[in-house]
């Protein structure tokens, strides 16, 4: 089942550089938070002994056409913000490392009905877990004009998120918004030719973004990382824009998202975590060439300190 679905899903980005930073013993427990095509995953079991085990993450039902048939392999359809619940619930209290690749699959991106891309019409969904109500329609027919502006400028970083927004807002009130070309036909106009595609692309992930409430449950997933991670136990994640990559690099280097220092009587910063890669990890030419999907991609790689 594994070989037939593969090729649906991304090639797993940085995976020897992922998988080294793991550190992995072969009798320990793992996480994959973000199982998709299965890539990393597949590669996590291949360094565990018997007594190893792994459970992998992943809300959208598509992903569970590339489950293993393995006895050490548990996948848990969930969000990967409910990491500590369901840990508790397969009876798993510490874990001996974490691996997130935060990337959008490419099979998310060539199924035009999902509404991921402006590169096919479809209608304007977005929902990774397609069980979810909010859908990228909802936030642009249904937010007022303010709560639009914001989103398209704080998670598309978009300098002209207000004039989207008010755009957005009066084209709704003649007739609603449902699909992709309806929705590119009106904000079009507002973006130069030579950087329209770079332009669709940040309002397509603040869009997205929303719809997934992405960054809480980034938040949720890495404070919960620092719970049940064992002392030496190792945090591992691929970022791949500034937003996600600020998060992951304030909780290693502080401890907390927010990249608020406490430090000691002496000044020293602290931290549950030692950085593994002082210096972020990003792929090669090669890589990149091989897979253009890994050319933001950030790798950064911590250890839990002894409590």
């Not at 009066?170 to 595609?197: H, M, S, V």
């Not at 064992?230 to 945090?235: C, T, V, Y």
Request: aromatic share 8%.
């Amino acid at each position: 089942m594994m070989k037939e679905n593969e090729q649906t899903y991304h090639v797993p980005v940085l995976l020897g550089q992922s998988i080294e930073g793991l550190n992995i013993e072969p009798a320990g427990i793992y996480v994959d938070v973000t199982f998709g095509g299965g890539g990393h995953s597949k590669e996590i079991l291949k360094h565990l002994g018997k007594n190893g085990r792994l459970l992998s993450f992943d809300q959208d039902a598509d992903a569970e056409r590339n489950i293993m048939d393995d006895k050490r392999f548990t996948f848990v359809r969930s969000n990967f913000r409910y990491l500590q619940n369901f840990l508790r619930y397969y009876g798993v209290e510490q874990i001996d490392g974490l691996l997130a690749d935060l990337g959008v699959s490419s099979h998310h991106f060539d199924e035009s009905e999902r509404g991921f891309s402006f590169r096919a019409d479809g209608p304007l969904d977005m929902r990774m877990n397609k069980r979810a109500g909010l859908t990228a329609a909802d936030v642009v027919n249904d937010y007022s004009e303010e709560k639009l502006a914001d989103v398209f400028y704080l998670y598309g970083e978009l300098k002209n998120s207000r004039k989207l927004a008010n755009v957005i807002c009066k084209a709704r009130e003649k007739q609603k918004i449902g699909t992709i070309n309806a929705f590119l036909e009106i904000i079009r106009p507002l973006f130069n030719k030579d950087r329209e595609k770079k332009e669709l692309a940040k309002v397509f992930q603040a869009l997205r973004i929303e719809v997934n409430q992405e960054m809480e449950a980034l938040k949720e997933m890495l404070q919960a990382a620092t719970q049940v991670l064992k002392p030496h136990g190792r945090l591992v994640v691929i970022t791949y824009h500034s937003l996600e990559d600020r998060l992951v690099k304030n909780l290693m280097k502080t401890g907390n998202v927010e990249g608020k220092a406490n430090k000691d009587f002496y000044g020293r910063v602290n931290t549950p975590y030692a950085l593994v890669n002082n210096k972020v990890i990003v792929p090669t030419d090669e890589e990149i060439e091989r897979n253009p999907r890994s050319r933001s991609a950030k790798l950064r790689i911590a250890e839990k300190m002894d409590n």
